[in-house]
């Protein structure tokens, strides 16, 4: 397979959940609640098994005593067994992989539960919680009595018999669920700051690709209304700060018509095709010259066909809206300056990126351009404030705005617009808003 493009934001194995206390008793089916999410560091007594089995049904009868520790507690000497109802946060304890604990794994996982395989120890405390806010039910599940040698070992080749795609990275596999959405398995042992080794298992199902056309962010970075979606069974968005780049991939299509489709689309809001390569690379640009996209068949999760889209507006959309709070800001029309791209200044000098202003630079201006965009700031809503002029030939003119954030709070926005006589330079310098 190809690189997961939606993988984990974070190694589910450095989601630690609720675990009991060091002491606590080896009786099966004993919960406690807990607020406190961390991993079990407690003592407990090593075992030779190390065995891994699949799943039963999670409405049958326990399985019989050879394939649990001799310890089991006295609720698994019922011939019917009743799951409890466990909470969310509240550790639960059994001497076996018992029919509370798969009714947890089906309360996190639904219909996937049977996905989880089971790891034969001599006492577990699972727990369903969340590793943080806006985050994943998840399941763990901690074993107690593995041997170190083959645990590791043993799990993954269950998973891999249940078709888990692994991390190269990381010890977590993961399935797909649905165009949306993967089913992810972590595992681990644990040695450290621990006498006896334990066995940790990790699992949640994860939204990990996009169901619809980000439009709101297309549109942003584009700086163009209703750039058209290419259509697709789910997509992964990406913009890279780094280069002022917005990448998406539209994944599970039809590599036999999908590029040329989107060609169309492209077409009929204004992009002509640049260049095609060797490599079937193809870089159509818009009208204004500022906005050009590639486009190219690749894979994607799961080796499905893919269109890689790679739009690239020279124009700094992105971070003029970071800056000011607004979506849209006017460009600098004329017949004769051209654009000369942007960067960053640190006016202060300390590298407070606080501190840090925007610049955008036409160069071939005239008096008339400078003039004309002074004018379109202020149709945009913004207040003139002076005009100055240096010894060395430079105009200047502020332009402040207050600009919505929330319901609550305004932001003061100020832009200031320079003019250089001697080399008809034009010079559009953001500052970040601040709060009124």
């Known amino acids: 397979m190809k690189k997961h493009f939606a993988i984990l934001t974070a190694t589910l194995l450095a989601v630690s959940l609720s675990a009991c206390n060091g002491n606590s008793s080896s009786t099966g089916g004993n919960t406690?609640?807990?607020s406190?999410?961390?991993?079990?560091?407690?003592?407990?007594?090593?075992?030779?098994?190390?065995?891994?089995?699949?799943?039963s049904s999670i409405n049958s009868v326990s399985s019989s005593s050879s394939s649990i520790s001799s310890s089991s507690s006295s609720s698994?000497?019922?011939?019917?067994?009743?799951?409890?109802?466990?909470?969310?946060?509240?550790?639960?304890?059994?001497?076996?992989?018992?029919?509370?604990?798969?009714?947890?794994?089906?309360?996190?996982?639904?219909?996937?539960?049977?996905?989880?395989?089971?790891?034969?120890?001599?006492?577990?405390?699972?727990?369903?919680?969340?590793?943080?806010?806006?985050?994943?039910?998840?399941?763990?599940?901690?074993?107690?009595?593995?041997?170190?040698?083959?645990?590791?070992r043993l799990y993954k080749e269950r998973m891999e018999a249940l078709g888990y795609y692994f991390s190269a990275e990381n010890n977590y596999g993961y399935q797909m669920v649905d165009y949306y959405s993967d089913l992810f398995l972590a595992y681990s042992l644990v040695t450290e700051n621990t006498e006896?080794?334990?066995?940790?298992?990790?699992?949640?199902?994860?939204?990990?690709?996009?169901?619809?056309?980000?439009?709101?962010?297309?549109?942003?970075?584009t700086d163009i209304t209703g750039v058209p979606a290419c259509p697709a069974e789910s997509y992964s968005t990406n913009y890279d700060n780094s280069k002022d780049t917005l990448?998406?991939?539209?994944?599970?299509?039809?590599?036999?018509?999908?590029?040329?489709?989107?060609?169309?689309?492209l077409y009929k809001v204004g992009f002509t095709v640049k260049?095609?390569?060797?490599?079937?690379?193809?870089?159509?640009?818009?009208?204004?010259?500022?906005?050009?996209?590639?486009?190219?068949?690749?894979?994607?999760?799961?080796?499905?066909?893919a269109l890689y889209i790679n739009f690239v507006n020279i124009w700094p959309s992105v971070p003029i809206?970071?800056?000011?709070?607004?979506?849209?800001?006017?460009?600098?029309?004329?017949?004769?300056?051209?654009?000369?791209?942007?960067?960053?200044?640190?006016?202060?000098?300390?590298?407070?990126?606080?501190?840090?202003?925007?610049?955008?630079?036409?160069?071939?201006?005239?008096?008339?351009?400078?003039?004309?965009?002074?004018?379109?700031?202020?149709n945009l809503g913004f207040t003139k404030g002076e005009v100055e002029t240096t010894e060395t030939g430079i105009i200047s003119t502020y332009l402040t705005a207050h600009v919505p954030f929330s319901e609550t709070e305004v932001l003061?926005?100020?832009?200031?617009?320079?003019?250089q006589l001697s080399s008809n330079m034009i010079c559009i310098v953001f500052y970040q808003a601040n709060a009124m």
Do not use: H
């Open 32 to 34: 406690s609640s807990t």
């Open 36 to 55: 406190d999410i961390t991993t079990s560091s407690s003592v407990i007594e090593s075992s030779s098994s190390d065995e891994v089995t699949s799943s």
């Open 76 to 152: 698994s000497t019922s011939s019917v067994e009743t799951p409890k109802e466990v909470k969310i946060g509240e550790v639960y304890t059994s001497n076996y992989w018992d029919l509370t604990i798969k009714n947890m794994t089906k309360t996190v996982l639904g219909d996937l539960w049977e996905k989880v395989p089971e790891f034969t120890a001599t006492r577990y405390e699972a727990v369903m919680g969340y590793a943080e806010q806006n985050a994943p039910l998840t399941i763990q599940i901690t074993c107690y009595g593995a041997n170190a040698s083959s645990a590791v």
């Open 196 to 221: 006896v080794p334990y066995f940790v298992i990790q699992s949640n199902v994860q939204q990990t690709r996009e169901v619809a056309w980000n439009s709101v962010i297309v549109d942003l970075y």
């Open 247 to 265: 990448t998406v991939f539209a994944l599970f299509v039809d590599k036999n018509t999908v590029m040329s489709n989107y060609i169309n689309e």
């Open 275 to 305: 260049s095609t390569d060797q490599y079937g690379v193809t870089t159509l640009i818009d009208e204004s010259g500022y906005l050009t996209v590639q486009l190219y068949l690749t894979y994607g999760d799961y080796d499905c066909d």
């Open 321 to 378: 809206a970071s800056f000011t709070n607004l979506a849209q800001f006017p460009r600098l029309t004329s017949d004769t300056a051209l654009y000369d791209g942007y960067t960053y200044i640190d006016p202060v000098g300390n590298n407070n990126e606080k501190d840090f202003t925007l610049c955008i630079y036409y160069k071939s201006a005239s008096t008339t351009d400078y003039e004309n965009y002074v004018s379109s700031v202020i």
């Open 412 to 419: 003061n926005v100020t832009v200031r617009v320079l003019y």
